[in-house]
């Protein structure tokens, strides 16, 4: 139980697109959903947290026009990366924690997807 | 803010050796302290948690420790196996500040 999906896994785009990342939790409705970033030997660095039906919080740093979420419902959010640019490669991990499976401070990990601006 | 300290960043050991590594945090209000294992292009896999009202949590290998008077915590492998070659994570309360990682590798 308690599986995370993303997709796409990889995705390589030009520079001035958008690129729309999808984060579901798969056998459980989470609460919250978590949005990270991870450049190369580094650590995960939160950029945003998001519940259902409302804003997200983004964090310090994070500009919000620049990575648009989404939660539209309890299995599905999204990250949007508008117009990236070659600085915005990076690994973006999502995660999603519940109240109902467990404590909702245990937070479960997406496989991650690879993104490359050209 | 929280800010989670992690050492060492690179550990080697034989297999069948323990591992232990270690992190700080610096929020007193901090109570909830997991351990996370990444492989490479992986995500990170929740292997053991602990929270502040307990001292001491095993699951079969691995272990964690909790010291809150001096803010630190630790995880335990023992009786390693190449598997458990990966990059670990330490992270402390809900909004989860992450150490900075460690590199374990398991030499057979």
């Known amino acids: 139980g308690a599986v995370v999906s993303q997709h796409p896994s990889w995705v390589i785009c030009k520079s001035g697109t958008s690129v729309k990342i999808e984060c579901r939790s798969l056998d459980f409705q989470a609460t919250t959903m978590f949005w990270y970033r991870q450049f190369p030997k580094q650590s995960l660095m939160l950029m945003a947290t998001?519940?259902?039906?409302?804003?997200?919080?983004?964090e310090q740093g994070v500009e919000k026009d620049k990575f648009l979420i989404n939660h539209a419902s309890l299995t599905l959010s999204t990250l949007t990366v508008t117009s990236a640019h070659p600085e915005d490669s990076s690994f973006y991990i999502c995660?999603?924690?519940?109240?109902?499976?467990?404590?909702?401070?245990?937070?479960?990990f997406g496989p991650g997807t690879r993104l490359t601006v050209l | 803010g929280e800010n989670v300290e992690q050492h060492p960043s690179t550990l080697s050991v034989q297999e069948g050796d323990s591992a232990v590594i270690k992190c700080t945090y610096s929020?007193?209000?901090?109570?909830?302290f997991p351990w996370y294992k990444q492989e490479l292009g992986k995500g990170p896999q929740l292997i053991i948690d602990?929270?502040?009202?307990?001292g001491e949590k095993k699951d079969q290998r691995i272990a964690v420790t909790l010291n809150k008077t001096a803010k630190h915590f630790s995880l335990h492998i023992t009786e390693t196996q190449p598997e458990d070659s990966a990059v670990y994570f330490c992270?402390?309360?809900?909004?989860?500040?992450f150490g900075a990682g460690t590199i374990l590798r398991v030499k057979s």
């Open positions: 929020d007193s209000a901090s109570n909830y």
């Open positions: 602990i929270r502040s009202n307990v």
């Open positions: 992270a402390a309360r809900l909004k989860l500040v």
């Open positions: 995660s999603a924690s519940s109240l109902v499976i467990t404590r909702a401070d245990t937070q479960y």
């Open positions: 998001s519940n259902e039906g409302s804003k997200a919080t983004y």
